[in-house]
């Protein structure tokens, strides 16, 4: 494989990995919050969709019109009930949470839908792809994945930094004691922000059962991804995110195309070498 392709199907890849580490971006970001069940939540966003699609016929891509609003109000509920009660000085008592609550989701997908693994159907699309010069081929599907991630970057940062609603979530997330005082609630912008990654989870989500087999385990390595794009690119950061999802991607291509056994191990290797030349990550969450 030419390296020049090599590069263009990392990339692609990268465009998913950025849709897994998103949230978990914006979470941190604004409550110092580190959710262990970020993964898990992805996974249960692709089962939505695909019991959206049997129940109600819809395409994968129509069933996002059920999957989004559905997790953004499991967001909510999830952030306003049970882990608003958990935020405080103590890192601890947040991960222990969210730790509990990814072998509740694990649990309860392989109860419903067993261990064998699914996937959403999508036709031509799959095989579907765009000839570059070179003879590059790209598919169609990847590529509409990577345009999703860079437009819910893209949306995100326009959110946070060009609405009075953004400018509470940063105030809140920067100095949340003068922000009671000006009114705002807390807990409520708080779990608003939840509502917003899940939705993205959901987003993720789908779009994952669309390009692979799932299973109720799957969770836990989508989780690690999404934390190494998300420390790649910078704690907090959105465009450092896509930046550290793309990176991921194409240094697992990379490794694959040296051998197929090293194409999960390049990638650790990739997140351990940016963290020694640049601990903060490549994009601080103070240089957004």
Not at 37 to 48: E, K, Q, S, T
Not at 139 to 156: E, H, K, Q, R
Not at 188 to 195: E, G, N, Q, S, T
Not at 243 to 261: E, F, H
Request: proline letters at 5%.
């Amino acid at each position: 494989m030419r390296p020049v392709d090599v590069i263009v199907q990392g990339v692609l890849v990268g465009g998913l990995y950025t849709l897994f580490a998103t949230g978990l971006s914006l979470i941190f970001g604004v409550m110092r919050l580190v959710n262990l069940a970020h993964g898990d939540l992805i996974v249960l966003g692709a089962y939505m969709g695909i019991v959206t699609t049997q129940a109600l016929g819809l395409s994968p891509f129509a069933s996002l019109l059920v999957v989004v609003p559905a997790m953004a109000a499991l967001g909510y509920a999830l952030q306003r009930l049970l882990l608003n009660r958990t935020l405080g000085d103590d890192p601890l008592p947040p991960l222990l949470v969210t730790f509990g609550l990814s072998i509740v989701i694990q649990n309860a997908l392989l109860e419903g839908f067993t261990a064998d693994d699914r996937k959403l159907a999508i036709g031509s699309l799959a095989t579907r792809s765009l000839a570059l010069p070179g003879g590059i081929a790209v598919g169609w599907f990847p590529l509409i994945v990577l345009a999703c991630a860079i437009a819910v970057i893209a949306g995100l940062q326009a959110l946070l930094y060009r609405t009075a609603w953004g400018a509470a979530l940063r105030a809140t997330s920067d100095d949340p004691v003068t922000v009671r005082l000006m009114g705002v609630d807390q807990r409520h912008m708080y779990a608003m922000a939840m509502a917003v990654a899940l939705a993205v989870c959901g987003v993720a989500g789908v779009l994952l059962a669309c390009w692979t087999n799932v299973d109720p385990g799957a969770g836990p390595q989508r989780l690690l991804y999404g934390f190494e794009a998300v420390i790649i690119g910078g704690l907090g950061s959105l465009w450092g995110t896509l930046a550290g999802g793309l990176i991921l991607g194409i240094a697992q291509a990379v490794g694959a195309a040296i051998d197929p056994a090293f194409q999960i191990l390049a990638g650790h290797l990739a997140f351990l070498l940016v963290l020694l030349i640049a601990p903060r990550g490549l994009l601080p969450r103070m240089a957004a």
